[in-house]
């Protein structure tokens, strides 16, 4: 046998050892990933803020190019003005102010309320500044509502950076930001000059460690009176299987934003809702902000939030609010759940609680059992805190928003 035998038989060995740890560490990161399309976690130091853009004085305190706050009533919104009407495409931009956080964040979530004409749309941005060396991140892309146009200028997709990345709808950081702010673009593809999309509300919920338990309970608080006792709304139960044989493993979101939407007086077809939240760039019918999106395009007040505690769940019941939870949990979270033992990740409709405490839900993963069933709240807990806790708020307009407007007293337009 040559000297080439067992140095070939060696080095195939080596490499079969290599191959080994490759799959063990693959299976082991595979396994400590949130699993489905939610990234978020539990982290028990972690306070959330959210702020509403959402009146013609939040817009205005911005930057306006080619655009134009007005009044509507209820708030105020952003739409082209007349000095787009040579262009094509119509184009106008609203920058927010600079937003100086009230604690540093690490996890970025944002919401719009949008309509949008055929043959136009917008295009939500948002940018970050890192807490320790002052610099900003790009402008990086949350999505778009209706027909919009890429690449031009600054409506780029960038969703990540040395700093952190966007995961669909929510911006996960390496490094704690201390101020962020919004851009929406408004477009029209249409030669028809009167056609404008409408912008009349931003909702941006910030995450971050708040390590003073006193400064951390206030952000925590529930934000009405507690529900004392049981209550139950009456949400009409519609289970997925409703929708088209194709959708019905895919459409939990849609069909829970239906369900609330309805509860809210503004009822339409499931198909109809889940194909207008469908995400075709990520090919997904589970986006959070596109779910929250329809909803306000059906003329509700819609936004994304995130709840820690059943408090501030039952502070939203109390005032007749259902939300609409995103839970993800393994094996053995929820053993006295009927209808299944594990997800990875799901929506439901939280309506009220059992004098016991436990959590009353319309689930629309099962037509026999899901319309009312009850879980236990510690289970149901940990399915939902336990996964980042994000929640849909879907009322009809005009109903207290629980929420601070953003201050204008910060300095307006980019950063230098």
């Known amino acids: 046998m040559s000297s080439r035998g067992p140095t070939i038989i060696a080095t195939v060995a080596t490499m079969m050892v290599i191959i080994a740890l490759c799959i063990a560490l693959a299976a082991h990161s595979a396994d400590s990933a949130p699993k489905g399309g939610n990234p978020l976690s539990l982290q028990p130091d972690f306070a959330d803020k959210l702020d509403f853009f959402d009146t013609q004085r939040a817009f205005e305190a911005g930057t306006l190019t080619r655009v134009k706050a007005n009044s509507s009533g209820d708030g105020g919104v952003v739409v082209l003005d007349a000095s787009t009407e040579n262009q094509f495409p119509r184009r106008g931009v609203w920058i927010s102010p600079i937003v100086q956080a009230e604690f540093n964040f690490q996890e970025l979530l944002p919401s719009y309320n949008a309509y949008a004409p055929p043959g136009t749309g917008v295009r939500l941005q948002m940018r970050v500044r890192d807490a320790k060396n002052g610099k900003w991140s790009p402008w990086l892309y949350f999505g778009r509502w209706g027909r919009t146009v890429a690449g031009r200028g600054d409506d780029q997709v960038v969703t990540s950076f040395a700093g952190g990345r966007v995961e669909t709808d929510v911006l996960l950081l390496h490094r704690p930001a201390d101020a962020y702010q919004v851009r929406v673009a408004l477009q029209s593809l249409t030669p028809d ?4 999309p409408v912008l009349r509300r931003v909702a941006v919920c910030y995450s971050g460690p708040v390590s003073d338990a006193q400064a951390r309970a206030k952000f925590l608080a529930p934000v009405a009176t507690p529900l004392v006792g049981a209550k ?5 139960f519609i289970p997925q299987g409703d929708a088209p044989k194709p959708l019905i493993g895919e459409v939990c979101s849609p069909t829970s934003m239906t369900m609330v939407s309805t509860y809210g007086g503004a009822a339409r077809p ?3 809702n889940a194909l207008a939240i469908y995400d075709d760039e990520a090919n997904i019918f589970g986006n959070w902000n596109r779910a929250v999106q329809r909803a306000g395009e059906l003329g509700l007040d819609a936004w994304l939030a995130r709840f820690r505690n059943w408090d501030q769940v039952r502070a939203m019941i109390a005032i007749n609010q259902p939300v609409i939870a995103s839970i993800r949990f393994e094996r053995g979270v929820m053993p006295s759940n009927p ?10 409709v939280i309506k009220g609680f059992t004098s016991e405490g436990d959590v009353i839900v319309n689930d629309p993963a099962s037509r026999d059992k899901g319309d009312g069933v009850v879980y236990k709240a510690s289970e149901l807990g940990n399915a939902w ?13 005009g109903a207290p928003r ?15």
Do not use: C, W
């Open 193 to 196: 000059i009167s056609a404008t």
């Open 232 to 236: 139950v709304l009456k949400v009409p």
């Open 270 to 272: 499931l198909t109809e």
């Open 339 to 348: 209808i299944y033992q594990e997800n990875d990740g799901h929506l439901i």
């Open 385 to 397: 805190f336990g996964a980042g806790g994000v929640g849909y708020i879907i009322r009809p307009r």
């Open 402 to 416: 629980m929420a601070s407007e953003v201050p204008t007293t910060v300095p307006s337009g980019p950063a230098k």
